[in-house]
C-alpha cells in the first residue's frame, strides 16, 4: 500500500489557520457542516494526513488568502536570500582577504584559523545541539552546554511569555493566550520548526563554502597573493607537521596541496624584516603562493564537504520530522470524530427514565469520542459515586469507561495506582474535578504528572457541578473559562477541557 506524501509545511500551517477560525464558530455548525464534508469525501476510508488534506480542501473559501502559501513563499524567499548572500559572504571575505596590500604576506595561519577553524567550532556547537540528550549525559560538562545553546532560541519567546503572564490588562489576556497558542504548536510541531531552522542555516554554510572557495580560485588566478607564515612560538617544523596532519584527508589525492618543508621554511616572514622571502631572492616568488592548494583543499574538505553532508542529514530529519507529525491532539481529534462519526439526534420525542444521577437537558456526545475505553480519575471531592460517573462519562463520550478511581485524596498510593495504572496501555484518560475549584496546586501537579507516566495518551478535563438539589448541573461560565484559560498555558495539545454536563440551549 503507497502511503501518501507527508504533509507540506503550508498544509499545517493552513490547517491551523482552519482551527483557528472555527474556534469561532458554534459546535452545532461545525457539527453540520463536517458531517455533509465527511459524507463527500468518504471520511471513513480516509485517515491521516489523507483525511485532513481532503478536508481542507473542501472547507478552504477559494477566496481566503492562504497562510501556509505565504509562509511557504516567504521560506522560499529567505532560502533564496540565505544562498545569495552566504555565497557573497564567501566571496567577499576571501577575495577582500587576499587583494590587500599591505606591504607583507597574509599570514596563512590566521587564514585558516578564521575560514576553517571557526567554522569547525560553529560545525561542533551545531552538532551539540542536535545530538540526543541522552548520548551526551555520560559526557561531564557537555549536557549542560547543549541545554544552553538550545536556551538561547527560547529567550525572546520566554521573555514575551513572561510579560504577558504578568500583565492585568486586557492586552494580557491576548498576549497570554498567543503564548499559550505559540507553546502548543512548539509542542506539536517543534521539531518540524527545530530541523527547518536548522536545514537554513546549513545552506548559508554551504552558500559561503562556495563562494569562499571561489574566492581562492579567482584570486589565484588574476593576482598573486602572497601568503606565509609567521609565529613566536612555532618553528618550521612544528608547521610543517600541522599542516601534514589537516591535509591527510588529501595528502595522497592531491601531493601538490601540502606545502613542503622547504616551502614552510622559504615562506616564513617576521614582523620586522623588510623583505618577503626569509631565503634571499634566491626563494623566488612562486614559493608564497605554495599555501594556496592547501588552503583550498582545507576549505573544501573541512567547510564544505561537512557542511553538505549536514544539509542533507537537516533535509532529510525535517522531511521526516514532517512525515511523523502526530495527529492524536484535540483539535484533530475533535475533527475526525466530526468527520467520521454519524450526526446523531440525542433528543427522543418520548420521556425516557433519566439516568441515575442525569438530570434533563444533557446534551450526550462529546466531539471526542475514544476509540478504547476510557481510564476516569475521579478527583476527590466530587460528590458522586463511581457508578454514576461511570454513567455520566458513557453519556458524555458515548463510550462506556473500563475502570473509575479515585485521585487526590490523602492517600498518595492511590494517586500512584492510577498513574501506573494510565502509562499501561494508550487509552485515553478522563478526570474529573469540580469546577468552582480554581486550577491550582495539586490539579496541576497531578497532571503533569499524569503526562509524565502517558506522554501520548489524550487527557480530557470533564468539569463537574451539582445544582442546590444535588443533582449534575452545567457548570458556571466564569468557572470553565477559568479552567480553560489555565490548562492552556501548559501547551499540550493532548490535553483539553470540557464539562461533563451541558445543558441544552433552549
Known amino acids: ?166 500583565l492585568g490588562v486586557s492586552g494580557g489576556d491576548k498576549l497570554r493566550d498567543l503564548y499559550a497558542r505559540l507553546r502548543r504548536l512548539d509542542w506539536q510541531y517543534g521539531r518540524v ?43 618550521a617544523d612544528h608547521v610543517h607537521a600541522a599542516a601534514r596532519t589537516i591535509a591527510l584527508p588529501w595528502s595522497r589525492l592531491v ?38 592548494p592547501f588552503m583550498l583543499a582545507s576549505l573544501l574538505c573541512y567547510g564544505f564537504a561537512p ?36 450526526q446523531i439526534e440525542t433528543q427522543s420525542e418520548e420521556s425516557e427514565e433519566p439516568c441515575p444521577a442525569g438530570a434533563p437537558g444533557i446534551v450526550a456526545g462529546l466531539d471526542v469520542a475514544p476509540a478504547q475505553s476510557p481510564l476516569v480519575l475521579k478527583w476527590a471531592g466530587v460528590g458522586e459515586s463511581d457508578s454514576g460517573i461511570s454513567q455520566l462519562v458513557q453519556l458524555r463520550l458515548g463510550v462506556q469507561p473500563r475502570r473509575v478511581m479515585t485521585v487526590g485524596a490523602l492517600d498518595t498510593n492511590a494517586d500512584a495506582a492510577a498513574l501506573a495504572e494510565a502509562a499501561s496501555d494508550a487509552a485515553p484518560v478522563v478526570l474529573i474535578v469540580e469546577s468552582w475549584e480554581p486550577p491550582v496546586g495539586d490539579y496541576l501537579d497531578f497532571l503533569a504528572a499524569l503526562r509524565e507516566h502517558a506522554p501520548r495518551r489524550p487527557i480530557i478535563v470533564l468539569l463537574y457541578q451539582c445544582n442546590e438539589e444535588g443533582r449534575p448541573a452545567a457548570p458556571k461560565p466564569f468557572d470553565a473559562e477559568q479552567w480553560r484559560r489555565r490548562l492552556s498555558l501548559a501547551a499540550d495539545p493532548g490535553l483539553r477541557v470540557d464539562v461533563l454536563v451541558e445543558e441544552q440551549a433552549r
Open 255 to 292: 601531493p601538490q596541496a601540502v606545502p613542503t618543508r622547504e616551502e614552510i621554511e622559504a615562506t616564513q616572514y617576521s614582523s620586522l624584516e623588510q623583505r618577503y622571502v626569509r631565503g634571499g631572492p634566491a626563494a623566488g616568488t612562486r614559493v608564497w603562493a605554495a599555501w594556496l
Open 1 to 166: 500500500m503507497k502511503l501518501p506524501p507527508p504533509p507540506s509545511l503550508s498544509e499545517l500551517i493552513d490547517l491551523e489557520q482552519q482551527f483557528e477560525a472555527d474556534a469561532a464558530v458554534s459546535r452545532a455548525q461545525l457539527v453540520r457542516r463536517d458531517a455533509e464534508i465527511g459524507r463527500s469525501i468518504n471520511a471513513s476510508a480516509l485517515d491521516g494526513i489523507a483525511l485532513y488534506r481532503a478536508w481542507l480542501g473542501a472547507v478552504r473559501d477559494p477566496d481566503q488568502p492562504c497562510m501556509g502559501r505565504q509562509v511557504d513563499q516567504l521560506r522560499r524567499w529567505v532560502t533564496a536570500a540565505l544562498v545569495v548572500g552566504g555565497f557573497l559572504i564567501g566571496l567577499v571575505a576571501v577575495s577582500g582577504w587576499l587583494s590587500m596590500a599591505s606591504g607583507r604576506p597574509i599570514n596563512v595561519i590566521h587564514l585558516w584559523a578564521v575560514m576553517v577553524g571557526v567554522q569547525l567550532m560553529l560545525l561542533l556547537g551545531w552538532i551539540l545541539v542536535i545530538l540526543p540528550e541522552r548520548w551526551l549525559a555520560r559526557i561531564p560538562g557537555i549536557e549542560p552546554l547543549q541545554w544552553m545553546l538550545r536556551a538561547v532560541a527560547r529567550v525572546v519567546p520566554t521573555a514575551a511569555g513572561w510579560v504577558g503572564l504578568r
Open 193 to 235: 520548526r527545530f530541523w527547518l531552522l536548522l536545514r537554513l542555516t546549513q545552506i548559508f554554510a554551504v552558500s559561503f563554502n562556495i563562494g569562499a572557495a571561489l574566492g581562492f580560485v579567482i584570486m589565484a588566478t588574476v593576482s598573486d597573493p602572497a601568503l606565509g607564515w609567521r609565529s613566536s612560538l612555532l618553528n
Open 307 to 342: 557542511r553538505l553532508l549536514a544539509l542533507a542529514f537537516a533535509h532529510w530529519r525535517y522531511r521526516r520530522a514532517l512525515r511523523d507529525v502526530d495527529f492524536s491532539h484535540a483539535d484533530f481529534q475533535r475533527l475526525r470524530e466530526r468527520l467520521v462519526r454519524p
